[in-house]
Structures are given as C-alpha cells and as structure tokens.
C-alpha cells in the first residue's frame, strides 16, 4: 500500500499530540523546542540519509510510499526526522517528571559502558561497512556531548524506553510485517545479522538522532527559561 510509509509515521505522533494537554507535563508547552530541535537535528541527518539513498547504501520500496520526494528523499523519510525525535522527546519530558526523584547515577553509569561496548561489538564481529563505520563515529560523538553534560541525568533512561516504540516501527519498517521491507538496505554496507529484522546499526544510529535532540531540546529549555 502506497500510504503505509506515511501511515506509521502519524500513528507514531498520535499519542504524543494527544496526551501533549496531559496536566503533569503540559508537553505542548515546549511543542516550539522540540520542533526546532529537531528540524536543526534534521539537517545533517538528511544529508546522510540523501547520500546513502545515493549511493544505494539503503533505498526505499516504491510499493510503500507516496512517490512525492524532495531532493532524492521520500517525504515519508523527512517526516520521520521530524515526527520520531518530537514523539521521543515526549517520552523524555515524562520520564523527566516521573522519575525526578529517583538516583539513576548507576543506571546511567552502566549506560554510557554500554553503548560504546556495543559499538566495538559491531565493529568486530564482521567487516564493518560504510553504515557501520558511520554509525560508530556519530554515536561516539553523540556519546561524548552526552557524558559531558551530567545535568541531564533522565536522557538514557529515556532513550531505553523510546528503545521499544523504535523497534516496533523499525521492525515494520524493515520487513517484520509486510512482504518486502519498506526501507532496504545494501547488505555489503552492514555487518552480518540482523535483530529480528532490523540491522545491527539502527541502534547506534537511532542513539545519535533522539539523544542528540534530547541534548538541544534541554538547551532550548534552559536557554527560554
């Protein structure tokens, strides 16, 4: 179907608009934050995604979307930089007020062991591709910003719980449910092995784009305020 590329991206933003009037986190209050933050996220996020669509390092079905596209990327793609870190940073605003009295130093501690181990798990277990490589270096800078800025103390815990709506659209996305995977990608260019049917990679890159809005979105807040 033409509009199934479309129809998961507005399913993943129904419930962040509609629990945005929620009267503990008022999220449609920082609705300006979050959009800036990732429409600038966006930015080098799209050329990426542009030149690997380029190269055929990934592609998209033409059964599955609308065919309308802007500079070689389907409007479904640029949608989903926009919508998927707006939907995330909703998790993050209630995981912010839910847990605002629980010490996650440990949790967070094992949180940054743990993507950089994951990292050099990847790159070892088979020749890395382009993907690999690229998702390697751009997680360990995402990483870095992250580890320096110990105020924001809610942002791993929330990325591992964006962790299970991310892997229920990714796997849908890739192939889990329809006959031929919506987004493919060129198996030369990833390591062998797939979690379910999601590339190994799709979690570091999934790290760099939604904590790196995280980051700027707390930036914005605290500059507004």
Do not use: H
Request: net charge neutral.
């Amino acid at each position: 179907m033409k509009w199934t590329y479309l129809l998961i991206d507005f399913a993943t933003l129904f419930f962040p608009v509609v629990l945005s009037f929620e009267s503990k986190v008022y999220y449609f209050k920082s609705w300006k934050n979050a959009l800036i933050s990732a429409l600038i996220i966006a930015i080098p996020f799209l050329i990426w995604d542009s030149l690997f669509t380029e190269w055929r390092f990934w592609g998209f079905n033409e059964d599955y979307i609308t065919g309308i596209k802007v500079f070689n990327l389907p409007i479904e793609e640029i949608l989903f930089f926009i919508i998927i870190p707006f939907a995330c940073t909703f998790i993050y605003e209630v995981v912010k007020y839910y847990f605002k009295s629980y010490p996650l130093n440990l949790f967070n501690k094992l949180f940054l062991f743990a993507i950089p181990l994951y990292a050099i798990f990847i790159s070892l277990i088979d020749t890395p591709g382009y993907y690999t490589l690229s998702v390697v270096i751009s997680s360990s800078i995402i990483l870095t910003w992250l580890a320096s800025q110990k105020k924001y103390t809610k942002i791993p815990l929330a990325f591992v719980i964006c962790f299970v709506p991310f892997f229920i659209m990714n796997g849908i996305l890739t192939g889990a449910i329809t006959e031929e995977p919506v987004v493919w990608y060129n198996e030369s260019q990833i390591i062998t092995g797939r979690i379910g049917t999601i590339p190994f990679e799709d979690v570091l890159y999934n790290f760099t784009l939604l904590v790196a809005n995280m980051l700027l979105f707390e930036f914005f807040q605290k500059r507004n305020a």
